[in-house]
């Protein structure tokens, strides 16, 4: 299976302390990759390397074949890359609908000029992404709460938003951070299923940071470690959780 995306040897300096050390991986097309390690492991450090809001100190990361270093962070949706936030990146007093049509205005082909003298191919595409907007509030089972504000809303139906904005750019890879947290046991479970479901619907690859171990050991077909900003291990589920250097990570001990 090819890889959609390619780590190659990043390391990240922040002046004198070091959060990633040459840290490599590929994520395999159409995969789930989990990618897990105690805090302060260097794990949103590597995710804000992959949405360009970081510049590594060394090494490179490609998609699809070719760098993404030259490509601006306000870019990556434009060439395939979705992204949900840790802590959500909503825009409180906009609608729920139009948060998500926000996120799919990336695929517009209109021009501020365009936009500014509302063309004719202006309003045709605002319908577009409207209707594009609309299913995807039906996937997600959202279109009750379309009109409402997103600010005051369940932190569960938040994320869901949240989701449904980073669907709507319709990536190729989505880069999930902290998706579960704030969430209990039986949402979590839910959340996995819809992770596996949204992959096998919408034919795209996850790349998944989750502190919770259930969540990616029940979803994920490969699993990358961090520790002090280095990979310790990588394998199948099965693999890393027999790992004595994870256990070691985790527990404290090598028994």
Not at 27 to 34: A, D, S, T, Y
Not at 91 to 114: Q, W
Not at 221 to 233: D, H, M, P
């Amino acid at each position: 299976m090819s890889s959609i995306l390619e780590v190659r040897d990043v390391s990240v300096n922040f002046g004198g302390i070091v959060a990633l050390d040459g840290v490599s991986f590929d994520v395999p097309r159409g995969g789930i990759l989990g990618l897990i390690g105690p805090n302060g492991a260097g794990k949103t450090t590597l995710f804000n390397c992959l949405s360009r809001l970081y510049v590594p100190s060394s090494g490179d990361i490609l998609f699809d074949g070719k760098t993404i270093l030259s490509t601006p962070a306000h870019r990556m949706a434009q060439i395939g890359v979705g992204r949900t936030f840790q802590n959500l990146a909503l825009f409180h007093r906009l609608t729920v609908l139009d948060n998500v049509k926000v996120g799919a205005h990336c695929s517009s082909g209109t021009d501020f000029l365009s936009n500014a003298l509302r063309m004719p191919w202006v309003r045709r595409d605002e319908a577009r992404l409207e209707q594009k907007a609309w299913a995807l509030l039906e996937y997600l089972d959202l279109t009750d709460v379309a009109h409402l504000p997103a600010a005051g809303l369940p932190f569960g139906t938040q994320k869901r938003v949240e989701l449904a904005r980073a669907l709507a750019a319709e990536p190729k890879l989505l880069l999930l951070d902290e998706p579960a947290g704030g969430l209990n046991h039986e949402e979590v479970d839910e959340l996995g299923r819809l992770f596996q479901k949204i992959r096998d619907d919408k034919q795209l690859t996850v790349l998944l940071v989750e502190h919770h171990m259930s969540l990616v050991m029940a979803i994920s077909e490969q699993v990358v470690v961090l520790n002090f900003g280095r990979k310790i291990a990588e394998g199948t589920p099965a693999q890393v959780r027999a790992d004595p250097e994870v256990v070691h990570a985790y527990l404290g001990t090598k028994h």
